[in-house]
């Protein structure tokens, strides 16, 4: 059993940027495929982000290359998502997610574990 917990939600102004946390319990960190994930008002889930297990390759949503970058730091259990030139259209809950398999995919199915989410409001 894998608990997520994300941190590091707020209100930014447009150009601004936020660095996300998502802290994982357990021992088994290392063996999950890491990523995140985003739900706006009234829309459906969107992938952000993934950071594979082993490999370290991570792969983004257009929406978010270039501007957005994941990574982990396996001594402490957590995978971030630092987000810089945030635009309105990224208000969103951000999800963490973990996957025992050596891709996740962007639709989320197979996606074994979910935090609760962490609130990303960017203002105009």
């Known amino acids: 059993q894998v608990q997520l917990v994300e941190s590091g939600g707020g209100l930014v102004q447009a150009g601004g940027s936020l660095r996300l946390s998502c802290a994982a319990s357990?021992?088994?960190?290392?063996?999950?495929?890491m990523g995140w994930f985003r739900q706006a008002p009234g829309k459906e889930r969107d992938f952000v982000a993934a950071?594979?297990?082993?490999?370290?390759?991570?792969y983004y949503a257009d929406s978010v290359k270039g501007r957005f970058t994941i990574s982990r730091d396996s001594a402490k259990n957590t995978v971030f998502l630092q987000m810089n030139s945030l635009k309105p259209e990224d208000t969103a809950v951000y999800y963490c997610?973990?996957?025992?398999?050596?891709?996740?995919?962007?639709?989320?199915?197979?996606?074994?574990?979910w935090g609760k989410g962490t609130l990303v409001t960017v203002s105009s």
């Open positions: 357990g021992r088994t960190f290392s063996m999950y495929s």
């Open positions: 950071n594979i297990r082993a490999s370290g390759s991570t």
């Open positions: 997610a973990a996957d025992r398999s050596a891709r996740l995919d962007p639709s989320g199915d197979g996606v074994d574990y």
